[in-house]
């Protein structure tokens, strides 16, 4: 048995994966698999409007929110966001938690003037930046966070204030992970490869005020307001990752739901964080433990010099893609949604076994 700990894209959960490979290209009635037909068909759109619905039920969808299904990754909202929800001169505002949302401010910061209202504390303290007290300029389009940083392995233990501010969330890497207050959100996104289904999408889900602000000079494929008129499909929408979507949806449904997730993440996460903590510091989890992320967590061997050796022994029990980003280094182990707990346990026995041997 193998496991993926890829941190995206990452494990499709296997009822989902024995699903797809049974339906996507099986030929229907009319002559035509899912990547033949015509997206304006009543058979795509039936897809879709399913996609969407599961998801509406799943989120607990407030009634002045939209979900817009967009092409693309969620690096292609870090220039849209500006580009529909500020207005000319008018500022935006970004909290650096770590290594997306920095890189997220950065590309808004060639489009507009970006103002950085909270600083990730650095490798001194791997930590999320202080909930309280954020000076959000009033006269911000929005300010943005990431819930989750899936490089640094930081999550942020509570929703920080951003004031009468719009918070606008990347939530790549923990959406759909646990229940999302999305009411304390004017937008929330995230790129389908790691909790929704295979890349190429990007889900969003937008309150309706900050959806009237896309500038009607805006490309009709870039602009939220004219995706959520037109039901995501202004053009050909990636079809392929929004059906995979929807198989997606209906497998969190039934488990029962995002609490259900949420539980089983808490569970794997604790387990794999306790044998870390319990290893005698031979394994290290250097983020402060009320911000560790459930769903990536990062270590590293007391000894760096191991970590080729680790890499190298782990595959050859089957586990898999456990370097840390090629940005930081050492060890991190991804936990969505579709890793079992099984695949935890066989990742704690090495880490054990390989610990009794090299420590
Ligand atoms: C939090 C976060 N934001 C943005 C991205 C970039 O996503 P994409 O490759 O879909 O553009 C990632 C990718 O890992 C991510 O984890």
């Known amino acids: 048995m193998a496991w993926n700990f890829a941190a995206g894209p990452a494990r499709l959960p296997d009822a989902v994966r024995e ?123 929005y300010c943005h966070i990431t819930p989750n940083e899936t490089v640094d392995g930081i999550a942020y233990p509570e929703l920080p204030d951003a004031g009468p501010v719009p918070l606008v969330a990347d939530c790549t890497s923990s959406f759909l992970t646990a229940p999302l207050a999305l009411e304390k959100f004017g937008m929330v996104y995230a790129s389908a490869q790691k909790n929704i289904g295979i890349s190429g999408l990007t889900a969003a889900i937008i309150r309706q005020d900050l959806l009237e602000r896309s500038p009607p000079e805006l490309p009709a494929v870039f602009s939220y307001r004219r995706q959520a008129a037109a039901g995501s499909c202004v053009n050909t929408p990636p079809m392929l990752a929004i059906q995979m979507a929807g198989m997606v949806f209906d497998w969190i449904a039934g488990q029962g739901g995002l609490a259900t997730m949420a539980v089983a993440n808490q569970e794997k996460a604790a387990c794999l964080y306790a044998a870390i903590d319990g290893s005698g510091s031979f394994y290290r989890a250097p983020v402060a433990v009320a911000h560790r992320s459930p769903v990536n967590v990062r270590f590293h061997l007391a000894a760096p010099e191991l970590t080729d050796r680790f890499i190298a022994e782990a595959e050859a029990e089957g586990l898999y893609h456990l370097r840390g980003h090629a940005h930081i280094g050492g060890l991190r182990a991804s936990l969505y949604n579709a890793m079992p707990l099984a695949g935890v346990a066989a990742l704690v026995g090495f880490m054990a076994d390989f610990s009794r041997r090299h420590g």
């Open 19 to 141: 699903r797809a490979a049974e339906e996507l290209f099986r030929r229907g009635p009319d002559g035509a698999c899912s990547v033949e037909r015509p997206f304006t068909g009543t058979i795509f759109r039936a897809t879709l409007a399913h996609a969407r619905l599961r998801l509406a039920e799943l989120l607990d969808l407030p009634a002045d929110y939209h979900i817009v299904f967009m092409a693309g990754g969620a690096m292609h909202q870090f220039g849209l966001l500006p580009m529909n929800l500020a207005c000319p001169g008018q500022r935006v505002a970004y909290a650096d938690s770590g290594y997306w949302s920095r890189r997220a401010m950065t590309e808004a910061g060639d489009l507009v003037a970006a103002v950085e209202v909270a600083r990730y504390p650095g490798e001194s303290a791997l930590a999320a930046p202080a909930a309280g007290g954020w000076p959000v300029p009033a006269d911000c389009a």
